[in-house]
């Protein structure tokens, strides 16, 4: 049985990562999410299967849509069919982290706690999930457009400045 790994979402850093599997005996698996959850300015960095292919990947799978089931199916088929002992699921974009958590516990192996995958892409779950662990946390409130920031600046006795931050992705 070959060893080998599954990175998600080869957008940053897939040939250093490419290489240092190589470099330890593993095979390589690339699984290709949908390009339209990346925006736009980064879809021009999305490798091709070839471009993939070509840097010494073994197996790349393209996905239509995140289904977690239907990429972990996929995987199993190619270990299956190629004797491949999956060792670990890396992945390598921001939008790959819960994905790769889901398919690592779908396939047995090491992953971060999946109670914790909404909470690391949501600002606001991941301040609960901080403050019921008792560590301190600044005020906040969730709002749903501008019009409503002086009512909740009101709530938490707040004056300018604030931060404002999106509940979910980079900011």
């Known amino acids: 049985m070959k060893s080998a790994v599954v990175l998600i979402d080869p957008v940053t850093d897939w040939k250093h990562v490419i290489e240092a599997a190589a470099s330890l005996g593993h095979q390589v698996v690339a ?22 292919k070509e840097a010494g990947v ?3 799978v393209s996905v239509e849509q995140r289904d ?17 002992k999956f060792r670990g699921v890396i992945p390598l974009s ?5 994905v790769s958590d889901c398919v690592a516990s779908c396939l047995g192996l090491p992953h971060n706690a999946l ?3 909404t909470a690391r892409r949501d600002k606001g779950i991941m301040k609960n ?7 301190r946390i600044a005020k ?3 709002v749903a457009s501008m019009k409503d ?13 604030i931060v404002l931050k999106t509940p979910a992705g980079m900011s």
């Open 149 to 161: 920031v002086s009512d909740a600046m009101s709530r938490l006795s707040l004056c300018y400045p």
């Open 140 to 142: 906040y409130e969730r």
């Open 31 to 52: 699984v290709q999410l949908p390009a339209e959850a990346l925006p736009a300015k980064f879809q021009s960095f999305l490798p091709t299967a070839l471009a993939l």
């Open 58 to 60: 073994d197996h790349v």
């Open 94 to 98: 921001e939008i790959a982290v819960e």
């Open 129 to 135: 999930a901080v403050e019921s662990a008792g560590l």
């Open 68 to 84: 977690v089931f239907s990429i972990t199916q996929q995987l199993q088929i190619i270990a299956s069919e190629c004797d491949l």
């Open 115 to 117: 109670d914790f995958v």
